[in-house]
């Protein structure tokens, strides 16, 4: 069964940075493209950032491009996105998301609010 | 960027009944691979969204035949039979095609 479970959310200033984490299993982990998808509170989804099986391509819309930083360690099945420089705007729920050539399967989000 | 536009922005259906779900986007969806790389999502209430339809017309593992997909280029539609209580919540479609990845703006279900 595949199983992806992100941690390392919170409560954290405007300015700060905050990294989390997405430990999976049930899967090859190094096979796949993983993503990042995020949903502000009562709002849509939002992609994030996407990785390469390596790692060696990475992949983000402007809102975050130069401020996140999406890297993974396929020896410890898990994905990591680094925000730094976080803004109010970045308060939501962050979905780690494996890809095929869609997204198929999500964790159940953690929570990040950005608030002073 | 590719605007994904779903419509209705919220759909009552009654038990058994049928409804469809349109999803617009704003540049065809064709890749040059000449897939067609557009999904639909189901988001449950209190859940994480999962993965209903892939490119276009194709169900997820587990996904009832009462979900079906279609269209092209840049029209889509999801359509949902037979409707039972654990179809309620948002559906999302989205694209793959190119980046950065977009998603449409949801349609909430609710049962009448």
């Known amino acids: 069964e595949v199983q992806l479970v992100e941690s390392g959310g919170g409560l954290v200033q405007p300015g700060r940075s905050l990294k989390l984490s997405c430990a999976a299993s049930g899967f090859t982990f190094s096979n796949y493209y993983m993503a990042w998808v995020r949903q502000a509170p009562k709002k849509g989804l939002e992609w994030v950032a996407t990785?390469?099986?390596?790692?060696?391509?990475?992949y983000y819309p402007d809102s975050v491009k130069g401020r996140f930083t999406i890297s993974r360690d396929n020896a410890k099945s898990s994905l990591y996105l680094q925000m730094n420089s976080l803004k109010s705007e970045d308060t939501a729920t962050y979905y780690c998301?494996?890809?095929?050539?869609?997204?198929?399967?999500w964790g159940q989000g953690v929570m990040v609010t950005v608030s002073s | 960027d590719v605007v994904m536009t779903q419509t209705p922005v919220s759909l009552s259906v009654s038990l058994g009944g049928q409804v469809s779900i349109s999803c617009r986007s704003s540049?065809?969806?064709?890749?040059?691979?000449?897939?067609?790389?557009l999904s639909w999502y189901l988001q449950k209430p209190g859940q994480s969204p999962q993965l209903l339809i892939y490119?276009?017309?194709n169900r997820f593992s587990g996904i009832s035949d009462r979900f079906s997909g279609s269209g092209s280029g840049t029209d889509f539609t999801l359509k949902i039979s037979r409707v039972e209580p654990d179809d309620l919540g948002v559906y999302y479609c989205?694209?793959?095609?190119?980046?950065?990845?977009?998603f449409g703006s949801g349609t909430k279900l609710e049962i009448k």
């Open positions: 490119k276009v017309s």
């Open positions: 998301a494996r890809l095929t050539t869609v997204a198929d399967y």
């Open positions: 989205g694209q793959g095609t190119q980046y950065p990845l977009t």
């Open positions: 990785i390469s099986t390596s790692g060696s391509r990475t």
């Open positions: 540049q065809s969806l064709v890749h040059n691979n000449g897939n067609t790389y």
